[in-house]
């Protein structure tokens, strides 16, 4: 199957900072990625949709200054979380499509704490 | 309610056994995606479908469009299918007919 990967899969960052995840498919274009951020035993929940050269989509309660997506390309999207707080800290996971009507693929996930 | 609503929440068997997962959704779809989750957290598709059946290797997923209803099985269980298993499908009332709405997932457990 397709290979979306993520990077980085564990981050670690003092109150205040900003974090940057990467979201890459590697071996297709990806018109729109997805960003999901999944609490303990928890289903995903998705936080916006992106698709390339256009502002991303936010799904309700979610702070676009908060956490800010760019898809520059095809095959990049990336999420900040900006002025992290230790309640950002969670799970984050992204995934791929080539277009509407084609399978999803995920990235492998970034786990997130806020210190 | 959720809609997508999966069976068991929690599910133990052991090494060999026949394994049935179940994910009933109370909408309109236009595919359903069973996917794989293990510890470490990365997700794997297993299979997306639409109508009838699909098979690889251990696995098998079904679905009835007119129940509303889809089946992951697993075959000769072995432990390393231990993972939590999530149904999710697309098109349903979140507007989008690309975005997915996912169940709460099944966490499997095979002992050896």
């Known amino acids: 199957g397709a290979v979306v990967s993520q990077h980085p899969s564990r981050v670690i960052c003092k109150s205040g900072t900003s974090v940057k995840i990467e979201c890459r498919s590697l071996d297709f274009q990806a018109t729109t990625m997805f960003w999901y951020r999944q609490f303990p035993k928890q289903s995903l929940m998705l936080m916006a949709t992106?698709?390339?050269?256009?502002?991303?989509?936010?799904e309700q309660g979610v702070e676009k200054d908060k956490f800010l997506i760019n898809h520059a390309s095809l095959t990049l999207s990336t999420l900040t979380v900006t002025s992290a707080h230790p309640e950002d800290s969670s799970f984050y996971i992204c995934?791929?499509?080539?277009?509407?009507?084609?399978?999803?693929?995920f990235g492998q996930g970034t786990r997130l704490t806020v210190v | 309610k959720n809609e997508v609503e999966q069976s068991p929440q929690n599910l133990t068997a052991q090494e060999g056994e026949f394994i049935t997962i179940n994910c009933s959704y109370s909408v309109g779809i236009s595919a359903l995606h069973w996917l794989q989750q293990h510890p470490g957290g990365g997700i794997v598709s297993l299979f997306m479908l639409s109508s009838g059946k699909k098979k690889h290797g251990r696995l098998i997923a079904t679905i009835n469009i007119q129940e509303k209803h889809s089946s992951l099985h697993i075959t000769a269980s072995h432990p390393r299918d231990s993972a939590v298993y999530i149904c999710a499908v697309k098109g349903g009332s979140g507007g989008s007919n690309y975005k997915l709405t996912f169940g709460k997932g099944t966490l499997l457990t095979v002992n050896p």
């Open positions: 992106s698709n390339e050269g256009s502002k991303a989509t936010y």
């Open positions: 995934s791929a499509i080539r277009d509407p009507n084609t399978e999803a693929f």
